[in-house]
Every structure is written in structure tokens, then in C-alpha cells.
């Protein structure tokens, strides 16, 4: 039998109390030994020497970068294993470089903000949001004319980007009466249509989508790739959601469409977030904003917490992660 590895938990302390409760130690307890404690710095001679000992890193949001140094201070480290999404925030080169293995929660992540995008997609189908806000202002049934123009029998729905969200968002699609198109540039033609999609290039996306939801990771290469001329290709009265990043989408040619009127928008992220206090946005009655509340909240929580301690059963007994994260996947990636 393998030894047991040691096992520390590095994060922040609203990720501590949110993530880690009794089970998800006891599952860890059961085949590591785990540091009774929490980094949330790698600084101090106590956290090096938590560090010297640790086989495995279990890092959550908040985590501190694992820079060079502290990758040094790590020799026995093998394994990081995120309870959340991303790991760009705390995963530098020189955990690639000391062939250190990366998992993450992303994949649990993911089926809250396509439940939300699912959510978002139908309710903009009906013209819900506009309807409620001249129901409440006419007090009629005059307000019903608003969805008569709209519907979820046939609409066409654009992803951008068939990412970890977006691939989920196209399969719970699959269960409506929608049309569904996919651009993305890194992802095989055969491949969307096996998702049940179209793969088209982006600027046909645009122009034929009744509701375009934006599903690509920030990157240098995707900051403002929505810009005015894409957004201007969508027909009048369609709807942007986003549930990616706010800077994916240019934030001053989206103010001026939502401004005007023309398109519709159920923007969990924004640029920046929140947006000031006096933004024209907040009083657009065509226009969604909800506090980045997609992802994981409440007992959605309770789901990255058995995927990280699934990662850690599997590194701990021998077997691969199922969930492993590359320094080539993650070029691409969130």
C-alpha cells in the first residue's frame, strides 16, 4: 500500500467557510493527512514550513499565486487540486515547470451558469423582462402584446464559444425547441454539430442569432472581441446574455445599444464590476443586471467540494485526474 500523502488547504477565509465543511475533511482525512488549518499566505516561516511537509495543495478562491518561490519552498508538492473554477488567479509557469499535476472544479462550476444561461435563453425567448416592466408600469393586460412578438418555438440561439459552459449550454438546449449556432475557432467542425449545433464564423453568429449568449474565457486575444461592429449585426430587439467576463464584450459599444433601445441584455458580469453607482445601465428597462450570481452560490457550493475530494481520492490511490488541467488547456481556458 502507497503511504499516505500530506495535504494542505490553501485559500481564502470566505472560501474556507463557504467550501469546507465536515464532510469534504473527513473525505480528505480518509486518505491523506491533512494540516488542521488554512493557508491564506506564503510568506511567513509558518506557512514554509506547512508548505516543506504538503504532497498535495487543495486551493480554493483566494489562494495566493504559487510563484516560483514558493513552488521552491514546496519540494515534496505534487498535486494542486482547486475547489473552484479558473486557476489562472494562483498557477504560475513554475508549477508547470516542476511537474506539479492541476485539477479543478471548473467542470462543477459549469452547470450552475449553464442552468442560469438556460434560465436567462428561455425567459428572453418569451420577452419576460420587458413584459414584467411594462406590466408594472401599465398595470394591464396590455403588457402581453410585448411576448406575442416573441416565443421558444424555433428561435435561433448563438454560443460564443463552446466552452466548458458553453458545451452545457448547447445539451441542456437540446431539450427546447431552438435552433442552436456555435462559433468557436478552436473547436472542429464535426465536432459542434455532434453537440447538436451549426458551426458558423462569428460575424453569421451574430446576424442570425435571436439571443446571443457569450461563453468565451477572458484572454488578451478575447478582451472587447465583442466590439460594435459584431453587435451591430444582431437584428433589432435580440438579447446578449453574458455569463463569461464583462470585457469580453466592449463595454461602451454595449452601453450605447442597450442605451438606445435596439437590443435587449441579461448581463451577469460587467466592465467593470459592479459598474458605478450613476451608470446608464442600472435604469434600462430592457437590460438584466444580476450580481455575478451564475456560478456556484449556496448549497451549489456543497458540488465543488465532492469534486475536489473526488480529485484527491483519485491522486491518492494511484489513478489520474479526472479533471486535469494543462498548461496547453488552460492557453485556451478560463
Same mark, same amino acid.
Given at each position: 500500500?502507497?503511504?499516505?500523502?500530506?495535504?494542505?488547504?490553501?485559500?481564502?477565509?470566505?472560501?474556507?467557510?463557504?467550501?469546507?465543511?465536515?464532510?469534504?475533511?473527513?473525505?480528505?482525512?480518509?486518505?491523506?493527512?491533512?494540516?488542521?488549518?488554512?493557508?491564506?499566505?506564503?510568506?511567513?516561516?509558518?506557512?514554509?514550513?506547512?508548505?516543506?511537509?504538503?504532497?498535495?495543495?487543495?486551493?480554493?478562491?483566494?489562494?495566493?499565486?504559487?510563484?516560483?518561490?514558493?513552488?521552491?519552498?514546496?519540494?515534496?508538492?505534487?498535486?494542486?487540486?482547486?475547489?473552484?473554477?479558473?486557476?489562472?488567479?494562483? =498557477?504560475?509557469?513554475? #508549477?508547470? +515547470?516542476?511537474?506539479?499535476?492541476?485539477?479543478?472544479?471548473? *467542470?462543477?462550476? /459549469?452547470? &450552475? @451558469?449553464?442552468?442560469?444561461?438556460?434560465?436567462?435563453?428561455?425567459?428572453?425567448?418569451?420577452?419576460?423582462?420587458?413584459?414584467?416592466?411594462?406590466?408594472?408600469?401599465?398595470?394591464?393586460?396590455?403588457?402581453?402584446?410585448?411576448?406575442?412578438?416573441?416565443?421558444?418555438?424555433?428561435?435561433?440561439?448563438?454560443?460564443?464559444?463552446?466552452?466548458?459552459?458553453?458545451?452545457?449550454?448547447?445539451?441542456?438546449?437540446?431539450?427546447?425547441? =431552438?435552433?442552436?449556432? #456555435?462559433? +468557436?475557432?478552436?473547436?472542429?467542425?464535426?465536432?459542434?454539430? *455532434?453537440?447538436? /449545433?451549426? &458551426? @458558423?464564423?462569428?460575424?453569421?453568429?451574430?446576424?442570425?442569432?435571436?439571443?446571443?449568449?457569450?461563453?468565451?474565457?477572458?484572454?488578451?486575444?478575447?478582451?472587447?472581441?465583442?466590439?460594435?461592429?459584431?453587435?451591430?449585426?444582431?437584428?433589432?430587439?435580440?438579447?446578449?446574455?453574458?455569463?463569461?467576463?464583462?470585457?469580453?464584450?466592449?463595454?461602451?459599444?454595449?452601453?450605447?445599444?442597450?442605451?438606445?433601445?435596439?437590443?435587449?441584455?441579461?448581463?451577469? #458580469?460587467?466592465?467593470?464590476?459592479?459598474?458605478?453607482?450613476?451608470?446608464?445601465?442600472?435604469?434600462?428597462?430592457? @437590460?438584466?443586471?444580476?450580481?455575478?450570481?451564475?456560478?456556484?452560490?449556496?448549497?451549489?457550493?456543497?458540488?465543488?467540494?465532492?469534486?475536489?475530494?473526488?480529485?484527491?481520492?483519485?491522486?491518492?490511490?494511484?489513478?489520474?485526474?479526472?479533471?486535469?488541467?494543462?498548461?496547453?488547456?488552460?492557453?485556451?481556458?478560463?
Amino acid at each position: 500500500m502507497p503511504s499516505r500523502p500530506t495535504l494542505a488547504l490553501a485559500m481564502n477565509e470566505i472560501s474556507h467557510r463557504r467550501v469546507v465543511d465536515d464532510e469534504l475533511l473527513g473525505r480528505l482525512a480518509a486518505v491523506a493527512d491533512v494540516w488542521p488549518g488554512v493557508l491564506d499566505e506564503f510568506e511567513s516561516a509558518a506557512a514554509r514550513q506547512v508548505l516543506a511537509d504538503t504532497e498535495i495543495l487543495v486551493t480554493g478562491w483566494g489562494c495566493p499565486p504559487l510563484t516560483s518561490q514558493v513552488v521552491a519552498a514546496a519540494p515534496r508538492l505534487r498535486a494542486v487540486v482547486h475547489s473552484a473554477g479558473s486557476v489562472r488567479a494562483h =498557477v504560475t509557469d513554475a #508549477v508547470w +515547470d516542476a511537474g506539479i499535476q492541476v485539477t479543478s472544479a471548473a *467542470a462543477a462550476n /459549469a452547470i &450552475p @451558469v449553464a442552468e442560469y444561461t438556460l434560465a436567462m435563453v428561455l425567459l428572453a425567448g418569451k420577452r419576460v423582462m420587458a413584459a414584467a416592466d411594462t406590466y408594472r408600469r401599465v398595470r394591464t393586460r396590455a403588457a402581453t402584446a410585448l411576448s406575442e412578438a416573441g416565443g421558444n418555438y424555433g428561435p435561433i440561439v448563438g454560443i460564443l464559444s463552446a466552452s466548458m459552459v458553453g458545451r452545457r449550454v448547447a445539451e441542456l438546449l437540446r431539450a427546447h425547441d =431552438v435552433r442552436v449556432l #456555435v462559433h +468557436d475557432p478552436y473547436v472542429p467542425a464535426e465536432e459542434i454539430r *455532434a453537440m447538436g /449545433a451549426e &458551426p @458558423v464564423d462569428l460575424p453569421e453568429l451574430f446576424a442570425r442569432s435571436d439571443v446571443l449568449t457569450v461563453h468565451t474565457p477572458l484572454l488578451p486575444e478575447t478582451r472587447s472581441l465583442v466590439d460594435g461592429n459584431l453587435l451591430s449585426l444582431l437584428h433589432d430587439g435580440a438579447t446578449v446574455v453574458n455569463t463569461s467576463r464583462g470585457a469580453v464584450v466592449d463595454p461602451q459599444a454595449l452601453t450605447a445599444e442597450l442605451v438606445s433601445g435596439r437590443l435587449h441584455a441579461v448581463l451577469d #458580469v460587467t466592465e467593470p464590476e459592479p459598474l458605478p453607482a450613476d451608470h446608464l445601465l442600472w435604469d434600462c428597462p430592457n @437590460v438584466l443586471l444580476t450580481p455575478h450570481v451564475a456560478g456556484s452560490t449556496g448549497n451549489e457550493l456543497r458540488r465543488l467540494a465532492t469534486m475536489a475530494a473526488d480529485e484527491v481520492e483519485r491522486f491518492a490511490t494511484g489513478r489520474s485526474f479526472a479533471h486535469e488541467v494543462t498548461s496547453t488547456t488552460l492557453e485556451h481556458s478560463a
